[in-house]
């Protein structure tokens, strides 16, 4: 979740804005709605279109990107992924020239949830009650598709989903709204109560969700199955495991919690003491770059490698074994590998498979958690 916290804007530098209560941004005198929701499935929408010679609305238009997102709103309430919700075309031909899968609802790359929060911030500054039907139909959809577990499936399998911020991003979403968020202050007693109940049972189904290993809880995977709550396999590379990125959205979102239980303390305090256990050192991954004719992907023109070194920060691999915390890759075939070299060569630079990450989530931690909430 906290991804989604970077107010990373188009076409304006962060130094000349200020956000303000509601979240919204300022940029001078012009009123901006954070697009950061947007980010990921826009760069997907790049990944697809190396010829972008359309025009933009610029973050300040929020009205005419609001007016994108019901035009591609589904009848379901929600929203097919990978669309650059700023383009300035015609969203009907958009949609026909998708395939038939790719034209459904989903919450993969990190999609629907954003553009309801996006149309609950637009209807806040303008009344226009399209903008609330629209977001109360999202809602409706997030409702529905919740599972009797707690979670939401991703696009590659039937299965709890936290790659992508599947769950968490709704949960986050029903957190905001429970603890009042002015931009959701019309919604009914009905779908209110019904959020607060999903957001309720979003919780347990994390906590069953987290690992444990040798009789102490860890972390949690990318996926995990319906009814064992156990790490399950995704795509081929995305094997069962544990994984220091998704866990950082789990951690991050229980770390928002008003006034948790001892249950989820004990869960935050148990995931940072792994990810501290977890933690690489004495190298770091550099981009590489490559000649035009060795570019596979036009958004990637670089190979990454792993570079020893001493003195690097410390980092995290994204999958660890599940028995004895183990860092390892995988293949596109499925293979298991030990080093970034034996990746294959678009799964080296199209999938992150060491990170930072969790540096942000243990400052918060010691900075916020410790000794305020975890003490309550």
């Given at each position: 979740?906290?991804?989604?916290?970077?107010?990373?804007?188009?076409?304006?530098?962060?130094?000349?804005?200020?956000?303000?209560?509601?979240?919204?941004?300022?940029?001078?005198?012009?009123?901006?709605?954070?697009?950061?929701?947007?980010?990921?499935?826009?760069?997907?929408?790049?990944?697809?279109?190396?010829?972008?010679?359309?025009?933009?609305?610029?973050?300040?238009?929020?009205?005419?990107?609001?007016?994108?997102?019901?035009?591609?709103?589904?009848?379901?309430?929600?929203?097919?992924?990978?669309?650059?919700?700023?383009?300035?075309?015609?969203?009907?031909?958009?949609?026909?020239?998708?395939?038939?899968?790719?034209?459904?609802?989903?919450?993969?790359?990190?999609?629907?949830?954003?553009?309801?929060?996006?149309?609950?911030?637009?209807?806040?500054?303008?009344?226009?009650v399209r903008y609330r039907k629209a977001a109360e139909r999202g809602l409706d959809f997030l409702l529905r598709e919740q599972k009797p577990n707690g979670g939401w499936?991703?696009?590659?399998?039937?299965?709890?989903?936290?790659?992508?911020?599947?769950?968490?991003?709704?949960?986050?979403?029903?957190?905001?709204?429970?603890?009042?968020?002015?931009?959701?202050?019309?919604?009914?007693?009905?779908?209110?109560?019904?959020?607060?109940?999903?957001?309720?049972?979003?919780?347990?189904?994390?906590?069953?969700?987290?690992?444990?290993?040798?009789?102490?809880?860890?972390?949690?995977g990318q996926q995990h199955d319906n009814e064992t709550f156990l790490p399950v396999k995704a795509r081929t590379f995305e094997l069962p495991s544990l994984t220091a990125?998704?866990?950082?959205?789990?951690?991050?979102?229980?770390?928002?919690?008003?006034?948790?239980?001892?249950?989820?303390?004990?869960?935050?305090?148990?995931?940072?003491?792994?990810?501290?256990?977890?933690?690489?050192?004495?190298?770091?991954?550099?981009?590489?770059?490559?000649?035009?004719?060795?570019?596979?992907?036009?958004?990637?023109?670089?190979?990454?490698?792993?570079?020893?070194?001493?003195?690097?920060?410390?980092?995290?691999?994204?999958?660890?074994?599940?028995?004895?915390?183990?860092?390892?890759?995988?293949?596109?075939?499925?293979?298991?590998?030990?080093?970034?070299?034996?990746?294959?060569?678009?799964?080296?630079?199209?999938?992150?498979?060491?990170?930072?990450?969790?540096?942000?989530?243990?400052?918060?931690y010691y900075k916020d958690y410790k000794d305020n909430k975890d003490k309550q």
């Amino acid at each position: 979740m906290f991804m989604r916290r970077l107010y990373i804007l188009f076409f304006f530098s962060l130094s000349v804005l200020a956000v303000d209560a509601k979240g919204l941004l300022q940029n001078g005198g012009d009123t901006i709605v954070s697009l950061d929701g947007f980010l990921d499935g826009i760069h997907h929408w790049n990944l697809e279109h190396p010829q972008r010679n359309y025009r933009r609305y610029s973050p300040k238009q929020y009205r005419e990107i609001a007016d994108n997102l019901l035009a591609y709103q589904n009848a379901d309430g929600g929203w097919p992924k990978n669309i650059d919700w700023l383009a300035v075309l015609p969203a009907d031909s958009v949609k026909a020239a998708l395939r038939e899968r790719y034209r459904r609802s989903t919450l993969d790359n990190r999609n629907t949830f954003p553009q309801i929060e996006y149309l609950g911030d637009v209807y806040a500054l303008t009344s226009d009650v399209r903008y609330r039907k629209a977001a109360e139909r999202g809602l409706d959809f997030l409702l529905r598709e919740q599972k009797p577990n707690g979670g939401w499936r991703g696009w590659d399998v039937d299965a709890i989903t936290f790659n992508d911020e599947v769950s968490t991003g709704a949960l986050s979403l029903f957190l905001k709204i429970s603890a009042g968020d002015s931009s959701f202050a019309w919604l009914d007693n009905i779908r209110r109560d019904s959020v607060t109940s999903a957001l309720q049972r979003g919780i347990a189904m994390i906590l069953k969700c987290q690992y444990v290993q040798d009789g102490e809880l860890t972390a949690w995977g990318q996926q995990h199955d319906n009814e064992t709550f156990l790490p399950v396999k995704a795509r081929t590379f995305e094997l069962p495991s544990l994984t220091a990125r998704e866990s950082c959205d789990v951690i991050m979102f229980l770390m928002d919690i008003p006034s948790p239980g001892d249950d989820v303390k004990r869960a935050v305090r148990a995931a940072i003491n792994w990810l501290e256990r977890v933690a690489l050192h004495g190298f770091r991954v550099a981009e590489q770059p490559l000649p035009a004719d060795k570019i596979i992907n036009h958004e990637y023109p670089f190979d990454r490698v792993v570079v020893a070194d001493e003195n690097a920060l410390r980092i995290w691999a994204r999958f660890y074994e599940l028995s004895d915390n183990t860092p390892f890759l995988c293949r596109r075939d499925g293979t298991k590998v030990w080093q970034l070299a034996d990746v294959d060569a678009e799964r080296r630079t199209g999938y992150d498979w060491y990170g930072y990450w969790p540096e942000e989530v243990i400052s918060r931690y010691y900075k916020d958690y410790k000794d305020n909430k975890d003490k309550q």
